[in-house]
Every structure is written in structure tokens, then in C-alpha cells.
């Protein structure tokens, strides 16, 4: 198995050559955007929203947060809160960019995004973690049928790769990392997107696609999957889904949200397991490798 590693021990450098270390709040600390002169954390930020209109709560459908039930649904509608869940991403990026929704809840991959283009909008509020490691990264997994003579990316040349969306942080920027690092791109490989999370594991059972990358968590909720596929390659280092906060909103119900997130208790079948509070550490070796992949992945 071929693993992308990494290194920790320098986060902290990093961190202040990035200008990202700073002083804590009921935010996360501040985001490469507050480096660049972007308005200070809990400040308001100007925006097109007008005072008034309802707060916005923009969701990625794919990470299974259920706003519509629960103890979400009754906090979101106390606060006056309205939440939009859709498997647009395109949609939720632009949305992002000129700091629309006050809330989103977003793939790792798209808040590093924010990070890397100086968003000055948006802090981070709190990020999910592993069920199984209680970890806030994963590692996510290079797997073809076990009948596949591959044994690493390198022999997947042409061959039909298959991704959830284009801000997926565990199956469409990972191998683009692990080529990217072996003097490749993502042309290497004719890559496919391939809806859901385990439906992309049976894809490659089945032959509609020769390889995927999927969430260790994800390939250990089915026990098959050891049987039919088998890993020929990982990256660690992934960061799970993020909630993030926009900095014009009110501190005591940002207070509330994150209040909301980390009591929430997930069910086991969810991709993701608990919330713990955000911090850049969590995601500032992900970033580098995404840094230095050419802007047009």
C-alpha cells in the first residue's frame, strides 16, 4: 500500500508563516483571510442580505446532516434559522463567495478552498469526525475489485476512475494529490463522477468503474467490501465535513449553533460521527497539498 504521509511537526511553523495563528473566540481561530486584512472575527462584513431576511443555513446533502428532524429542526426553528440542503456544490461555491448563507455546513476540501482564496467571510465553527477514531481527519482509501492486477495509482493509467463531486475531500482531491506528487494530474486517469458514498464501492464491484477512494469509515460499515475490493493505495490526512459560521452573525448564536452541533449525536449510519470544535491544525496539512495542486483542479 502506497501512503501519502505526512508530516505534523510542522503545523505550527506553517501556521504562522501563514499568518493563521490568533487568538481564540467562540470562532475558530482566524482564516488565512484575516492575514490578508479581512475584517476581524464577529465583525460585520458587508454583504447583500438586508437586515431582516431570514438567516441562511446552506448544507451539502451529502454529509447527512438532519436539519429537517430533531433537536436541529427545533433549534433552527427557534433562531429563525433556514436551512437549504442540495447537492449542488457548484451552487453552495457560489454562494460562498460573495458570503451569502450564514451558515454552512460544507466538505473539508471547499473550506480549505475558502482558506486558500482568502474568503473573509467565513470561520469555522466545528468539524466532524471519524466514528471509528474520533479523529477530525481521515484517511481515505485507493480500491479496485480483488481480481484487479493493480497495485498502485501508477498501474490505473486511462482506466475509469470514479469521484462523488469536484469538492470531495476523500475521493476527487486525494488522487489528485498522490499524482500531483508523482509528476502527474488528474488526466491520468479518466476520472468519472459517481454518485454516494458506498453506491461508488459497488461501481467498481460491478465493473462500471476499474477504482475509487472512499472513507476508511465508509469501507468498514460494509464488511463485504474486504471481500470483493481490495487497497491498493491511501492518503491520510482528510478532513471531514466542517460547519462554518459567517462573521456577521451574533456571537451568542453562533454560541447556539455550536452549542446544537456538539450535542448532537449522530447515528451510526451516518458517513460521519460527532462534532468537536474547529481549529485550523485540523486541516493546515490538507491545505498545503491542495495548495500546490495547479488551479484548474
Known amino acids: 500500500m502506497n501512503n501519502l504521509s505526512y508530516d505534523l511537526s ?28 479581512g475584517t476581524p472575527q464577529g465583525k460585520a462584513t458587508s454583504h447583500p442580505e438586508q437586515k431582516g431576511s431570514p438567516l441562511k443555513f446552506i448544507l ?81 482509501l485507493l480500491v479496485v475489485r480483488k481480481d484487479d492486477p493493480a497495485t498502485s495509482i501508477e498501474d490505473l493509467k486511462g482506466s475509469k476512475y470514479g469521484y462523488m463531486n469536484t469538492s470531495c475531500s476523500s475521493s476527487y482531491f486525494p488522487p489528485a494529490i498522490m499524482l500531483e506528487s508523482k509528476g502527474q494530474n488528474l488526466n491520468f486517469l479518466d476520472a468519472i463522477e459517481v454518485a454516494g458514498w458506498q453506491p461508488r464501492v459497488d461501481a467498481v464491484i460491478s465493473g462500471k468503474i476499474r477504482s475509487t477512494m472512499i472513507l476508511d469509515d465508509v469501507w468498514k460499515m460494509t464488511p463485504g467490501n474486504a471481500d470483493k475490493c481490495k487497497i491498493i493505495g491511501s492518503m491520510d490526512g482528510c478532513p471531514p465535513a466542517i460547519l462554518a459560521v459567517n462573521k456577521r452573525v451574533d456571537r451568542a448564536l453562533a454560541g447556539r449553533m455550536k452549542d446544537q452541533a456538539l450535542s448532537y449525536i449522530p447515528s451510526w449510519d451516518t458517513v460521519y460521527g460527532s462534532f468537536r470544535p474547529y481549529s485550523y491544525a485540523d486541516v493546515q496539512t490538507f491545505a498545503h497539498y491542495m495548495s500546490l495542486l495547479p488551479k484548474s483542479v
Open 10 to 37: 510542522t503545523r505550527r511553523s506553517l501556521m504562522f508563516n501563514a499568518g493563521l495563528l490568533a487568538a481564540g473566540s467562540v470562532f475558530a481561530p482566524a482564516t488565512a483571510a484575516a492575514a490578508s486584512g
Open 60 to 140: 451539502d446533502k451529502n454529509l447527512e446532516l438532519p436539519t429537517e428532524q430533531g433537536s436541529w429542526l427545533k433549534m433552527l426553528t427557534a433562531a429563525g434559522i433556514h436551512a437549504e440542503a442540495t447537492t449542488d456544490l457548484v451552487h453552495i461555491d457560489e454562494l460562498l463567495k460573495s458570503g451569502g448563507p450564514d451558515f454552512a455546513y460544507i466538505p473539508g476540501a471547499d473550506f480549505v478552498n475558502l482558506l486558500l482564496n482568502n474568503n473573509p467571510y467565513y470561520d469555522g465553527l466545528v468539524i466532524a469526525t471519524s466514528k471509528f477514531t474520533r479523529l477530525p481527519y481521515q484517511t481515505t
